[in-house]
Structure formats: C-alpha cells, structure tokens
C-alpha cells in the first residue's frame, strides 16, 4: 500500500561533490519497501518544486532491536527538486510517498544463482539492498517476503570520471566482486561500463541474470548484451514522471504485448520501473 507522508530528516551527507545521502525517518515505510522500489520527496510546506522527485530506496536504517526506522536515498543533485533536497538539514521535514513501483526479482530461481549488477551514473543507488537482500545480509518487507537462496552477486559501476563513485566502499564491504569503469580513465577500466561488462562475461562465470540501471543510451546497450551473451536481463528505467502512483501518465514506456502494434504504452511508476530487457520495445524509445 502507498503511503503518503511528511518525515523528519535525520541527516543529509555530502559524499561527494555533487551527490548526497538523505536519511529521512519513516518506519511504516522503512518496513514495506523492496530492493528496487522508490519514493517521491520533495520539501515539506514549499511549492517550488511541486512535484516530488523520485529516487530508489538505498537502504533500510533500523533501530538497535533491528526494527525499520529510517530510509537512506542517495541522489546526484540536477536541477531543482534535487537542488532543493540539498538544501535539508537534521530535523527538516520532506513529504515522502511510497513503497512505489516493482522490486527487482527475489525468489530464488536458477536464474537467481549468478547476478550481475551493472550500474550507470547515478544508477548503482537501487542495488546496495538488492545485493544485501540476494546475499542474505539484510531483509526487506514482510520477513516471508522471500527465502534466502544461494546466490552469488557481483557489481560493475561505470561513471564520467572517479569522483562520481561515491559510496563505492558500501558495496566493497558486501565482500562482493566489485568492478569500475570511467569514461576519463581516473578509475579502473578506462570506457564503457558494457564493454567492460561483456570481457567479464566472456571471462567467465557465466552470470545467470543481469540487473541494470543507468541512463537509457547504457540500458539500450544492457539489452544487447543481454540477448547477445543470452543471460536473462532486468533494467531499471530512470524516467521523468510527476505522481509516482500511475495516475498521470507522464512516464509511459512501450513495452511489447499481443496487440496489433505488438506494443502498448506502460506507467513506468506503476507496472516498472523494472522490466525484462526483452519486453521493451527499445525502438520506439530510440525513435521518440
Ligand atoms: C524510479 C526512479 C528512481 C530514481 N532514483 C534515483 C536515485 O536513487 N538517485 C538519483 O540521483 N536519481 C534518481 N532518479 C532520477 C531523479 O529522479 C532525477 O534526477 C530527478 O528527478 C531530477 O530532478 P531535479 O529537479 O533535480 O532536476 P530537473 O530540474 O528536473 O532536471 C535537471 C536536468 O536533469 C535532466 N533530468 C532530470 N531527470 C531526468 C531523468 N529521469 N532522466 C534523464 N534526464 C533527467 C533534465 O532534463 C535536466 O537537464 C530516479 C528516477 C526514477 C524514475
């Protein structure tokens, strides 16, 4: 169920020069909300932004008796909803709405055995819980929400330059396999993060799924060598959208189906932000 609420801020860190962690207290939300899921925010008692913005659930914080307190989102600010959040110190309030949208895939399956979490930008916020919650680390909803499985996961996060990789420790500390990719070469592998994806595929292990999100040019991309290395891919779309809860439609995606078009339009809030790579109609997107 949506809730729609005003928070206290706990803290709003700087982890780098342009990106953020708010950490925003709000247990009923903090016990629903699924790796992959988001919430919208905005400042409480402000018109300017209206709408709120959505960003991904980037962890559960819990109270010493590890009950759910609090939510962690972690943002690049942009323009002014981001701009805005910055502005939020200790004890500001933010209207917050949400668990919204789907989780990435939980249960454990074979495709489940080898995950591959391939990161863009800003991207890699929803897949600290996933990578947690695959492992077994941490749980997320209802405790019977899913059972541990035996998976294996690792992480490639591809950005413009190094100091975008901020937070990149949180992911270390899993003991995960962790990979980088810059365009300028400060960091790690020096190009794309697909080519670098692809050298590990190639090496071996096989991954068994792949879980992507990024900026669409990289998703599009995602979804190629996804089909082409024949491993079952999820992507995570990034869209623009002003309700978050299905209601206004600004954030249609095509996506294929029986129809005479062979594809219709999808809320991206409601019935995404995840999709099977194979589902989305990625012309139509290329072409708009
Ligand atoms: C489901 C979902 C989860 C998200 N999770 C996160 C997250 O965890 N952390 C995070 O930093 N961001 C996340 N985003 C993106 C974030 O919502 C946008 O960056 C934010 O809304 C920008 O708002 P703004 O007012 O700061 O910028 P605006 O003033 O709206 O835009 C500033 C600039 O950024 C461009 N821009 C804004 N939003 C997008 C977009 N979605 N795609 C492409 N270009 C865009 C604009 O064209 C403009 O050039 C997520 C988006 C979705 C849909």
């Not at 925003?24 to 913005?53: C, K, N, S, Y």
């Not at 960003?55 to 981001?82: C, H, K, W």
């Not at 799924?209 to 995602?222: D, K, Y």
Request: glycine share 10%; charged share 20%; net charge negative.
């Amino acid at each position: 169920m949506v809730l729609q609420s005003t928070a206290t801020v706990l803290s709003n860190e700087m982890l780098g020069e342009t990106i953020f962690k708010i950490r925003v207290e709000q247990p009923a939300i903090a016990r629903e909300i699924l790796p992959g899921q988001f919430a919208m925010l905005r400042p409480h008692g402000r018109t300017d932004p209206l709408l709120g913005r959505p960003l991904a659930m980037y962890d559960v914080g819990r109270s010493d008796s590890g009950e759910p307190t609090s939510i962690d989102f972690v943002y690049l600010v942009q323009g002014n909803g981001t701009r805005a959040l910055a502005s939020l110190g200790p004890g500001d309030r933010v209207d917050l709405w949400g668990p919204l949208g789907n989780s990435f895939p939980r249960h454990p399956s074979n495709d489940l055995k080898r995950v591959l979490l391939l990161a863009g930008g800003i991207g890699q916020t929803p897949f600290l819980s996933v990578a947690k919650d695959l492992l077994g680390q941490q749980t997320y909803g209802a405790p019977a929400n899913r059972q541990a499985g035996e998976t294996s996961v690792s992480f490639i996060w591809g950005v413009r330059t190094k100091s975008l990789l901020a937070g990149l420790n949180d992911f270390q500390t899993l003991g995960i396999e962790c990979h980088v990719a810059t365009d300028d070469g400060s960091a790690g592998h020096h190009g794309r993060v697909t080519d670098l994806a692809r050298q590990l595929i190639e090496r071996g292990p096989r991954p068994t799924a792949i879980f992507s999100c990024g900026p669409e040019p990289m998703l599009v991309a995602v979804a190629r060598l996804g089909q082409e290395c024949q491993v079952p891919t999820w992507v995570s779309l990034e869209t623009r959208m002003a309700c978050g809860y299905g209601v206004c439609f600004s954030c249609v995606c095509p996506v294929k189906d029986s129809s005479p078009a062979g594809w219709d339009y999808s809320r991206v809030c409601l019935e995404g932000p995840i999709f099977r790579s194979t589902a989305i109609e990625w012309n139509e997107i290329v072409h708009q």
